[in-house]
């Protein structure tokens, strides 16, 4: 079984660690995971592109073909691939940044404020974490406990709590978006 | 000495371990594990992290980092280096490989063991600066002037980017020369697992050295011992033609002839002992159509080859993992039987050009640029066009 997650956003938004992250929990569940990344030459802005291939075999071809889950936290990133996700895939965006009534193809469909959940735990930069806390607890593709130790790894110590506060945030909100 | 005594006790910590890491991470420990004692580079995307990670991690192995003002420096340093005796490397890419080119021929005249990485990007020029590409691949063979001959291996995984570092240093050591790891943005920004090799496992190949009665800068032999500053011996080292002794001779043309022939046979009769490729036959053995790749294509490449054996159709894949000197045996053997071949790279056919040279079949470049890999599906599609 092969599952292709894809994360659009501008630079600066953290979705590469997301993916990361993302891919670490994977492993950490004892899978394969392979994790790609494009970004433009600025250190902010432009467009950015973080794909991971979750697996239990080997993983041949370790970029996105047709995304089973697509998460979009900015309008050209979602408008660039909201095309390319297989039918019946899961969408989640960023209910503050992109604008979209539906997704024509998608599976389930999710609005999700995480840029603004993050302002409120008092720093923006945690965004990207509060989005992974959702799309653990609407798609488990990767286990809540190696995923949330994953991102304990990669986050500086002096936010770990933070960081931690965040993704149990993401994870309350996506289990609401489910029920 | 207690800067292996150091390096041991560092890799005896890291064997076993499984990490999630980038190519470029992967490529950095490799050094390590190869006894690479000095590395001096200049950061450029996508090959930074190689120096990141090597900035952090070789000093607590015993070895030495120096961030140079730019890249004809960073190997100008590590071709001194090197003359001291150690194993030594850097890393760039596209622009900076540019740069280096003067003193890649240096250090093949002087015949010096050294590793330089290229994460190739996007070009000429800035081109598409943070894109992968693949189109280096004849810039490693002659991008310095005059005669020679080169080495040059291209990963697939990050796990092969540490392994092959391994041969690299080897190689470097055992021919007396520099030797090009031609990496790409592609697989220096893939993140994916790599098991850190058991010490016990690796080995490392000795650089042979002058004996003292020798002329010091080589003998009749294809490869010379070589005689280290600093070991008592007076050591010329210039990049104008030299006799054995290593004193200048630029006036008699055997001199030249004898040295630069030598020079270019230690690699070119060595070519069966140096090349390695890997081979994926098709089961029923009558493929008519075959595929060759290397470095990042290779990856949907080989995966295109299941889908088209799935879908029915018979084909044979060879992945090139020595670049040069080319695998002209095992690709002439490879394309025996064929009626296409087809060959996906991210450039517009560098190898394709090379591979025509010497078979008989069709040739179809498949050839991508523009910063994005093939897909599955592309190289599919030209298969099936092929049948």
Redesign the interface.
């Known amino acids: 079984m092969r599952t292709e997650i894809r994360l659009a956003a501008f630079g600066g938004q953290g979705i590469i660690l997301s993916?990361?992250i993302m891919?670490?929990g994977a492993?950490n569940d004892g899978k394969?995971?392979?994790?790609?990344?494009?970004?433009?030459?600025e250190s902010r802005g432009g467009a950015a592109k973080s794909e991971i291939i979750i697996a239990d075999e080997n993983?041949?071809?370790?970029?996105v073909?047709e995304a089973d889950c697509l998460v979009a936290l900015s309008q050209p990133g979602y408008d660039k691939y909201a095309s390319e996700v297989k039918p019946g895939a899961t969408v989640i965006i960023d209910s503050d940044l992109v604008e979209t009534e539906k997704h024509p193809t998608a599976g389930s469909f999710y609005q999700l404020p995480f840029t603004k959940l993050a302002d409120e735990l008092g720093n923006r930069i945690v965004a990207n974490i509060v989005m992974l806390g959702s799309v653990c607890a609407i798609t488990g593709i990767v286990d809540k406990e190696s995923l949330l130790e994953a991102v304990k790894a990669n986050v500086p110590a002096k936010f770990l709590d933070l960081n931690v506060r965040a993704f149990t945030r993401g994870y309350e909100i996506g289990e609401q978006a489910l029920a | 000495m207690a800067i292996e005594a150091n390096r041991k006790e560092y890799l005896r910590r890291l064997g076993g371990k499984k990490y999630f890491i980038l190519g470029d991470e992967a490529c950095a420990y490799g050094a390590i594990y190869a006894g690479c004692d000095f590395f001096a580079g200049y950061p450029i995307t996508p090959a930074t992290e190689i120096a990141e990670l090597i900035a952090l991690e070789l000093p607590k192995a015993g070895g030495i980092c120096i961030q140079m003002e730019d890249e004809l420096a960073s190997i100008a340093a590590i071709i001194g280096a090197a003359w001291t005796g150690a194993r030594t490397m850097t890393a760039t890419s596209g622009p900076g490989f540019s740069l280096m080119q003067e003193n890649i021929g240096y250090a093949i005249m002087t015949e010096t063991p050294c590793v330089i990485v290229n994460v190739q990007r996007s070009g000429p020029s800035t081109g598409q600066a943070t894109k992968p590409a693949q189109g280096d691949v004849m810039q490693a063979r002659w991008g310095t002037h005059g005669d020679h001959d080169i080495i040059a291996l291209a990963p697939h995984s990050a796990q092969e980017c540490l392994d092959l570092m391994l041969d690299c240093f080897n190689l470097a050591d055992i021919y007396r020369t520099p030797v090009i790891l031609l990496m790409d943005g592609e697989i220096g920004h893939i993140r994916e697992s790599v098991t850190m090799p058991e010490l016990s496992t690796i080995t490392h190949a000795e650089r042979k050295l002058a004996q003292p009665a020798e002329d010091i800068f080589g003998g009749p032999e294809l490869v010379p011992g070589i005689t280290h500053y600093g070991e008592g011996a007076n050591v010329h080292v210039t990049g104008s033609t030299h006799l054995a002794n290593g004193m200048r001779d630029v006036a008699t043309p055997e001199v030249h002839d004898v040295l630069l022939r030598r020079i270019y046979r230690k690699i070119a009769d060595n070519r069966e002992q140096i090349v390695r490729t890997e081979l994926d036959k098709d089961t029923d053995g009558k493929a008519k159509i075959g595929v060759i790749a290397y470095g990042a294509a290779s990856r949907p490449a080989h995966g295109a080859v299941g889908r088209a054996r799935n879908n029915g159709n018979a084909v044979d894949f060879l992945r090139l993992i020595t670049i040069w000197p080319f695998a002209r045996t095992q690709v002439v053997e490879f394309c025996r039987d064929l009626d296409v071949l087809l060959v996906p790279e991210m450039n517009l056919g560098q190898i394709s050009r090379e591979i025509e040279r010497f078979v008989n079949c069709r040739v179809v470049s498949v050839s991508k640029i523009g910063g994005v890999p093939h897909t599955v599906e592309e190289i599919l599609t030209a298969i099936e066009e092929a049948v």
Do not use: F, K, L, R
């Not at chain 1, 394969?32 to 030459?41: D, I, L, M, R, W």
């Not at chain 1, 993983?59 to 970029?63: A, F, R, T």
């Open positions: 993916g990361v891919g670490e492993i394969n995971a392979v994790q790609t990344q494009s970004y433009g030459p993983i041949d071809y370790p970029m073909v």
